[in-house]
Structure formats: structure tokens, C-alpha cells
């Protein structure tokens, strides 16, 4: 069975750990022999960094659709809000809510790096931290959300948030109509990650 080849055309076995996946085994080895971190120490920041995901941004979304006092609180103090949901977004310097509205959709890019407000959201896809997202989100947002299925009217305003490493967005998006009488978990169903970075619109559905 043929193996994948990096960059330089040589062969690797799947399992194989990289050159930079060794060196960190090794720092974390000798780290545990030095007793500077324990195997806990080592636990818990898995669990944590587990427990950052896009599920947090759709837990603050549902309650903020169901919950119009709580939705004030989002916008006006994010991070207090999120601490009444029990989720840290205090790792995040700056933090604001941008409520999409029918005739206004917010996007998010960072056109330097890939600031991104990982406690809400985890890890960032990859299309968001590359050049190609990067660059095309500024010039033409529009494209962008219609490779993502999001077509929009001509009199609805596009406004592109660019992050820095002192300031985080969220894209508060709008409730799907026909959800009025839904439960707010399944509500959180309907809010994927796009959505909140900008680049679609909340589902309409819950996926199967």
C-alpha cells in the first residue's frame, strides 16, 4: 500500500511520528522526570482544551435566542455572560458580540494570522487561518459566503470584522423562523461553527 510523501518526495509510515512530534515527546519526558508537571497537570489540560469547542458558542446563542435579557448581557459584557454558563472566556482580552439582523450579516477573518476566540469556538478550521480566506473575506465577502451555500440579496449589508491578538469576535446569528416553540438544546443544533464566524447563516434544520 503506498504511503503518504511529504513535500521533498520521500515515503513515511503512517504511524510515524514527525521530527517536531518527537521533540515535544522529549521535552514532555523530561519534564515529568524533573518533576516540573505531572501526569495531572498533563490530564487537565487535555480536558480543557477538549472541553473548548464550538458547543460553547452554540450554548450562548441558543440561550441568547430564547432569553432576550439574557441576550442584552451577551452583547453588553460577553464574558459575563459566558461565565453564567459556566464556560471561561477570560484567556480572550477583548471579546464582542456582533448580532446579525435581517438586512445586516457580521464576518469574521484575521487578515495577519488566525486570531480566533478559541474558548468559545476551539481550534480554528483551517480555512480560516488560510491566505486564500484571509485575503478574499476583505475584498469580497459576498463570494466567500456563497462558496459556503449563503446567498444573499443585494440589500442586505456585509460588514467583515477583522480580529487582532486584542480583540475577539462572535457572530451572534439570526433564529431560524419556524423555531418559536423549539427547546433550547435543540435549538444549539441548529448553531454550527460558519455561523458564528459569519460565513453562513444558522441551519434551519437539525442535521440527522
Not at 4 to 14: M, R, V, Y
Not at 51 to 72: E, T, Y
Not at 166 to 182: A, F, H, Q, S
Request: hydrophobic share 40%.
Amino acid at each position: 500500500m503506498n504511503t503518504p510523501s511529504d513535500e521533498h518526495g520521500h515515503d513515511h509510515p503512517k504511524n510515524e511520528l514527525s521530527h517536531y512530534a518527537k521533540r515535544i515527546y522529549a521535552i514532555r519526558d523530561l519534564l515529568l522526570e524533573k518533576g516540573v508537571i505531572s501526569e495531572k497537570d498533563i490530564q487537565c489540560q487535555i480536558d480543557y482544551q477538549e472541553a473548548r469547542s464550538p458547543a460553547n458558542g452554540a450554548k450562548l446563542v441558543a440561550r441568547a435566542w430564547v432569553d432576550p435579557a439574557f441576550k442584552a448581557r451577551f452583547i453588553a459584557d460577553p464574558k459575563a455572560a459566558c461565565a453564567e454558563m459556566g464556560i471561561d472566556a477570560t484567556a480572550i482580552n477583548e471579546f464582542v458580540v456582533l448580532e446579525n439582523k435581517e438586512n445586516l450579516r457580521h464576518m469574521v477573518v484575521c487578515t495577519l494570522c488566525s486570531c480566533y476566540p478559541r474558548p468559545i469556538l476551539g481550534r480554528p478550521p483551517d480555512w480560516y487561518k488560510s491566505f486564500n480566506y484571509r485575503q478574499r473575506s476583505v475584498v469580497d465577502p459576498r463570494g466567500v459566503m456563497r462558496e459556503f451555500g449563503l446567498h444573499l440579496p443585494e440589500d442586505v449589508e456585509v460588514r467583515v470584522h477583522d480580529s487582532t491578538a486584542d480583540i475577539r469576535y462572535l457572530v451572534l446569528p439570526l433564529r431560524p423562523k419556524g423555531t418559536e416553540d423549539w427547546s433550547e438544546a435543540d435549538l444549539a443544533k441548529l448553531v454550527t461553527r460558519d455561523s458564528m464566524i459569519g460565513v453562513m447563516d444558522a441551519l434551519d434544520s437539525i442535521p440527522e
